[in-house]
């Protein structure tokens, strides 16, 4: 099957990895109403989706400074059924290889494309399945787990449709495998297949794409990786009033927050300048106090011996 719009070839552009199913619908104002804080993000994302990995400085950030106004309702999009396709010069996992270094230049966020040469996935939905039954447990550990297997499959090389990966990410953020297990073979599926089709209803095209809605059914949506004001701005349009929150930029609180950052993250959150945040962590990294992590296409730094949120 031949399709116009490859879902692996993440356009650097738009900043999208858009599905092979690509249409431009947008949510209309009864399909989802916002609850509990001022505004509600669905953000449609993908375990494997390059572009999201991109926005992971932005969303942190975001968190910090917004956490307690806006709500953000993970689901999960379908970016690669599987490998009956070619298009866009990509007919086969190795084709991802060197797509996915240059995402990595071009987003400034380690990518090793290698993966696609050493141990390719045949398909995005077992991680994506995995992620839901995470999320029946426990909404926080699902995206601490969603951040864990991210990081095995863009830095370590790991293919994470395989059991054996997946469940060393459930336990390290706590989960309770047996449960886990159970809820991944069974209904896990079932909300995923209501994500996919939820993501049709709102005509979302590609990865990342976030909806900001309000409870007066007021929307907005961020489509692609863009920078951190976009997002704010998205906030900022439904609520102009909403107080951003202050949060402590040295480098202890921004760990205890979150355990592993990258040299961009580290950069975002602290506003450290980029070009000194490397130095910042390889110091911290060469006493002992952080752990580094090198790919052939950046590093990143993780807490020793501490365990919180992602």
Same mark, same amino acid.
């Not at 494309?113 to 909404?139: C, H, R, T, V």
């Not at 794409?209 to 949506?221: A, E």
């Not at 863009?226 to 921004?254: C, D, F, G, R």
């Not at 590093?299 to 020793?304: A, G, L, P, T, V």
């Given at each position: 099957?031949?399709?116009?719009?490859?879902?692996?070839?993440?356009?650097?552009?738009?900043?999208?990895?858009?599905?092979?199913?690509?249409?431009?619908?947008?949510?209309?104002?009864?399909?989802?109403?916002?609850?509990?804080?001022?505004?509600k993000?669905?953000?449609?994302?993908?375990?494997?989706?390059?572009?999201?990995?991109?926005?992971?400085?932005?969303?942190?950030?975001?968190?910090?400074?917004?956490?307690?106004?806006?709500e953000?309702?993970y689901?999960?999009?379908?970016?690669?059924?599987?490998?009956?396709?070619?298009?866009?010069?990509?007919?086969?996992?190795?084709?991802?290889?060197?797509?996915?270094?240059?995402?990595?230049?071009?987003?400034?966020?380690?990518?090793?494309?290698?993966?696609?040469?050493?141990?390719?996935?045949?398909?995005?939905?077992?991680?994506?399945?995995?992620?839901?039954?995470?999320?029946?447990?426990?909404?926080? *550990?699902?995206?601490?787990?969603?951040?864990?297997?991210? $990081?095995?499959?863009?830095?370590?090389?790991k293919?994470?449709? *395989?059991?054996?990966?997946?469940?060393?990410?459930?336990?390290?953020?706590?989960?309770?495998?047996?449960?886990?297990?159970?809820?991944?073979?069974?209904?896990?599926?079932?909300?995923?297949?209501?994500?996919?089709?939820?993501?049709?209803?709102?005509?979302?095209?590609?990865?990342?794409?976030?909806?900001?809605?309000d409870?007066?059914?007021?929307?907005?949506?961020?489509?692609?990786?863009?920078?951190?004001?976009?997002? $704010?701005?998205?906030?900022?349009?439904l609520?102009?009033?909403?107080?951003?929150?202050?949060?402590?930029?040295?480098?202890?609180?921004?760990?205890?927050?979150?355990?592993?950052?990258?040299?961009?993250?580290?950069?975002?959150?602290?506003?450290?300048?980029?070009?000194?945040?490397e130095?910042?962590?390889?110091?911290?990294?060469?006493?002992?106090?952080?752990?580094?992590?090198?790919?052939?296409?950046?590093?990143?730094?993780?807490?020793?011996?501490?365990?919180?949120?992602?």
């Amino acid at each position: 099957m031949e399709n116009e719009i490859n879902p692996l070839l993440c356009d650097i552009e738009t900043g999208t990895c858009e599905t092979s199913e690509a249409h431009t619908e947008t949510a209309t104002q009864s399909t989802v109403q916002s609850t509990k804080k001022f505004v509600k993000v669905i953000y449609y994302t993908d375990p494997i989706c390059s572009s999201c990995w991109g926005i992971e400085p932005q969303l942190r950030k975001l968190k910090l400074e917004y956490g307690d106004a806006v709500e953000i309702d993970y689901r999960m999009g379908g970016l690669l059924p599987n490998w009956s396709y070619n298009s866009g010069g990509i007919g086969k996992p190795s084709d991802v290889a060197h797509h996915w270094d240059e995402v990595s230049v071009h987003y400034d966020m380690p990518i090793d494309g290698d993966l696609w040469l050493e141990d390719p996935l045949d398909s995005s939905y077992p991680p994506s399945i995995a992620f839901k039954a995470a999320q029946m447990q426990d909404n926080d *550990k699902a995206i601490q787990f969603l951040r864990e297997i991210r $990081e095995l499959v863009f830095l370590e090389k790991k293919n994470i449709t *395989k059991w054996e990966h997946i469940e060393v990410s459930a336990k390290k953020v706590g989960l309770d495998i047996a449960q886990f297990k159970a809820d991944f073979e069974g209904p896990a599926k079932t909300l995923f297949e209501e994500d996919l089709a939820l993501g049709r209803e709102l005509g979302v095209r590609g990865f990342p794409t976030m909806f900001f809605l309000d409870d007066s059914g007021n929307k907005d949506m961020v489509y692609g990786t863009k920078p951190y004001v976009y997002y $704010e701005m998205a906030i900022l349009k439904l609520h102009p009033n909403v107080a951003k929150s202050e949060y402590s930029k040295n480098w202890e609180a921004l760990f205890s927050t979150y355990p592993s950052l990258t040299a961009k993250e580290f950069s975002e959150l602290s506003g450290t300048p980029r070009n000194e945040s490397e130095q910042v962590l390889n110091a911290l990294s060469n006493t002992g106090t952080l752990e580094k992590l090198t790919t052939k296409n950046g590093s990143i730094w993780k807490i020793i011996n501490l365990n919180n949120k992602h």
